[in-house]
């Protein structure tokens, strides 16, 4: 699962809706969930209450091949300056 492409936290309440960047897609949600939202937090214990909302169709094919090409044009972008 990749942070910010396919899994988006908030804090509670705050988000009434987050889409796919890549594909627009509408998010399923969890609200107040209590966990780590970051590698670091997870890593130290922390957890804190927040709102989840994850990608419908993460792993599918059609969704990994769209956030590739994605990527590649942002590298495109930040090279060719």
């Known amino acids: ?8 936290y908030g804090e509670p309440g705050k988000v009434e809706e987050m889409r796919c960047r890549i594909c627009n897609t509408v998010c399923s949600v969890e609200r107040n969930v209590l966990g780590p939202t970051v590698f670091a937090s997870a890593m130290a ?7 989840q ?3 419908p169709n993460t792993g599918k094919r059609r969704h990994d091949e769209a956030l590739k090409l994605f ?3 942002v590298l495109i972008l930040l090279f060719s300056r």
């Open 1 to 8: 699962m990749q942070k910010g492409y396919d899994a988006f």
């Open 45 to 51: 214990g922390q957890h804190s209450y927040h709102d």
């Open 53 to 55: 909302f994850i990608y």
């Open 71 to 73: 990527a590649v044009q």
